[in-house]
């Protein structure tokens, strides 16, 4: 009887030592599952999802928010985030994305320099009492910079099809009558 | 000598119509009114404009550099006046502006001055430079800079250059008259590649069903001996892909991970080969090139044309038939429809056809995908046609990235074997878009996350930095002790002050009050 019950405690103790040990000397800081959903996230830093910026939405959504809630990602992205995570995926009917980004008006911009404050991502080149203006190509389209500009001069505008950014279209073909 | 010639799977046999167009010899297109040239004919980055409107310029002037490594430049077709700099209709299947330089050709038709490139005597980087500022590009219709495909992989020595002259579109001949006229030149443009790429053996591949091509370039390639071997290859559409070429004539498949350098095999067109030629020898810069002019036109033929020139003037040669519906540019299998006739003939230009409801009759009704699997059989790089058309009809671009979507050359094979008719190429086509759309969005996200991580450092460093400031601040002040006790020192005398003159107010006040009811009224 004891011959059995010793060496089992005895390996029990051992090996509860080693996970013990593992746990400490292995910790990972942080989940790693929130890099890889800021990854899916299109990082455009905008807020509309309710969080400031999309690593604190991918914080969110690590620790059971929806993944439904950021528009400029769509369907698209929210199906991503849903394969990403294993969860449904989301209800149809989402809103298109639709590309924009941000102009100034060169006639009215008094160079205050709050909208280069209010850029998360970098994308308005200027200084003080000198003309600001967003480089296109860098430009996310989250509109913060919008509401802090004192003479509102700083517009949306839709990104439009040129030739490098044309894509073919979905095929699709008229129904014809067959007689 | 028999040679072993190898097979690529699958392929189709369509009517080729190509008889039509190779009666007349190669004729040389009369200079039109205006030339559109636009600045980004070719794979890579787009030229950057040298000139302004206004400016006269002289043919084979140079009006655009060549911007990086995987680029070209672009020069003046014909000497005249550059009207404008400005964003004009592509030759795209969208039709949407580009930039391009728009001249007015002054008739003169006077040269820039040229000068032959003494090849042998500059080193191979410089050799490839002056190509790539020759404007050489593949004109197969790909446009990739010659320049680009002319050095050696590291690793692996280079066994072959494959000289595409299968040509296996229907109606396209602009190859097939180019090596009955011009053979001399091609062989010996393959000759100067030789010399950049150094390869035991030159394989020009023609389809069997060109034997005066075939003759011609057997009769030109017999000065450089053995080296150069001409080969007919059993006419099957699409030999004339660079994957399905090499593989017919070296047996080797280049995977997809891969390119074609690395296993010891490069391909270029007759066409290429041809330009290249009359750059080394006469410096010619590349302005024109040979485009079949075929389909439901009076005259079928071949025009030398300079690049740039309007479609609508282009195809006025050919007299096309009343009941011409669209005109194609590329060949049935492959091109696409010209968007609009303002649209200019630029480097990939191979073939203008006219269509008529005779020639091309519109495609019956789609019907369901039943899984016959016919489109695999015909795929000749034996994808699943199938599954990808399964994935890119519901938008997953993911999965059918799976089935290898990007190894799809976009031949039309599958589609035209369809018993449904299902047009997949076009499927093919739009799930292609929907991937580089995703890559070019995953870019950008990139790099605002990178942006947006450096701010947030930036603004950290930024606070810490003022701390830092502030704290040494309150401690210098700390340490200077007379300071301190001075600056009480004044602060106690200022009080003093205050309360003195404070007291003399209230003083003054009562004496004035006395001084008023004292003054009369």
């Known amino acids: 009887m004891l011959t059995v019950i010793f060496p089992m405690t005895l390996g029990a103790a051992a090996l509860g030592a080693m996970l013990g040990w593992a746990s400490v000397r292995f910790r990972v800081d942080g989940s790693p599952l929130i890099d890889e959903i800021e990854n899916a996230l299109p990082q455009t830093q905008c807020g509309q999802c309710g969080f400031p910026g999309c690593r604190a939405y991918a914080e969110a959504i690590e620790n059971g928010a929806r993944i439904d809630l950021c528009p400029p990602g769509g369907e698209a992205g929210a199906r991503r985030l849903a394969d990403l995570l294993g969860r449904d995926p989301p209800a149809p009917g989402m809103e298109e994305p639709s590309p924009q980004a941000a102009v100034i008006d060169e006639q009215r911009c008094i160079g205050c320099t709050l909208c280069i404050q209010a850029c998360p991502v970098d994308a308005i080149v200027g200084a003080a009492k000198q003309l600001h203006t967003v480089v296109g190509t860098l430009c996310t389209g989250c509109e913060l910079c919008v509401p802090p500009c004192p003479m509102e001069c700083i517009q949306m505008k839709a990104v439009t099809e040129n030739i490098d950014n044309w894509a073919w279209k979905y095929p699709v073909f008229g129904i014809r009558r067959v007689n | 000598m028999f040679r072993k010639l190898f097979s690529f799977k699958g392929g189709i046999k369509p009517d080729t119509y190509k008889a039509v167009s190779t009666r007349e010899p190669i004729g040389i297109a009369p200079l039109p009114s205006t030339l559109i040239v636009p600045l980004h004919q070719h794979a890579g980055g787009r030229a950057i404009p040298r000139v302004r409107a206004g400016d006269r310029v002289l043919k084979g002037q140079c009006i655009g550099e060549a911007d990086g490594w995987i680029s070209s430049a672009v020069h003046a077709p014909a000497s005249g006046k550059v009207l404008a700099v400005e964003n004009r209709m592509a030759a795209h299947p969208s039709g949407l502006p580009t930039l391009s330089v728009v001249i007015e050709p002054d008739g003169l038709d006077e040269w820039a001055c040229l000068h032959p490139l003494r090849y042998q005597a500059l080193s191979p980087e410089k050799t490839r430079e002056c190509l790539r500022d020759a404007g050489i590009v593949g004109l197969g219709g790909a446009a990739f800079p010659t320049h680009a495909k002319l050095s050696a992989a590291k690793q692996t020595a280079m066994e072959a250059i494959v000289i595409n002259g299968a040509e296996c579109e229907p109606f396209m001949t602009c190859d097939d008259m180019l090596m009955r006229e011009r053979a001399e030149g091609i062989v010996s443009g393959a000759a100067f590649f030789r010399e950049l790429l150094d390869p035991k053996k030159v394989l020009i591949g023609i389809e069997d069903n060109k034997p005066e091509a075939i003759a011609a370039m057997s009769e030109a390639a017999k000065r450089f001996g053995s080296d150069f071997e001409v080969i007919a290859i059993p006419a099957r559409y699409p030999a004339g892909g660079a994957k ?24 270029f067109n007759v066409g290429t080969a041809y330009s290249a030629w009359r750059f080394i020898t006469f410096g010619e810069p590349l302005v024109s090139r040979i485009v ?17 020139t309007p479609f609508r003037e282009f195809v006025a040669l050919g007299h096309p038939g009343h009941d011409t519906n669209g005109f194609l540019m590329g060949g049935p299998m492959m091109g696409f429809e010209i ?56 938008k997953n671009f993911d999965r059918a990235r799976e089935f290898a979507l990007d190894e799809c050359i976009e031949c039309g094979c599958c589609a035209y074997v369809c018993p449904s008719r299902i047009p997949l190429v076009q ?26 991580e450096r701010r947030k450092a930036r603004e950290a460093r930024a606070k810490a930095e003022k701390a830092e400031r502030l704290a040494a601040g309150a401690q210098a002040s700390g340490m ?31 004496t004035g009050d006395r001084y008023d009811e004292g003054q009369p009224r």
């Open chain 2, 427 to 452: 499927y093919f086509r739009f799930a292609k878009s929907g991937v580089q759309a995703r890559l070019r969005e995953k870019e950008k996200a990139e790099s605002a996350r990178s942006r947006v």
């Open chain 2, 480 to 510: 200077d002790a007379s300071k301190k006790t001075a600056v009480q020192a004044a602060i106690e005398r200022a009080r003093q002050d205050r309360e003195t003159i404070q007291a003399g107010n209230a003083n003054d006040a009562e």
């Open chain 2, 292 to 308: 079949t002019l075929t389909g439901n036109v009076e005259n079928a033929r071949n025009w030398e044309t300079r690049i740039g």
């Open chain 2, 339 to 394: 968007p609009g006739m303002d649209a200019p003939v630029v480097k990939s230009s191979n073939c203008v056809i006219a269509a008529a409801t005779s020639l091309f009759p519109p495609p019956p009704a789609e019907m369901p995908c039943i899984r016959c699997g016919s489109c695999a059989e015909a795929c000749p790089h034996e994808l699943q046609p199938f599954e990808l058309y399964r994935f890119a009809r519901v």
């Open chain 2, 244 to 267: 399905q070429l090499i593989r017919a004539l070296t047996g080797k498949e280049i995977p997809a991970s891969r390119r074609s350098p690395e296993m010891g095999v490069q391909c």
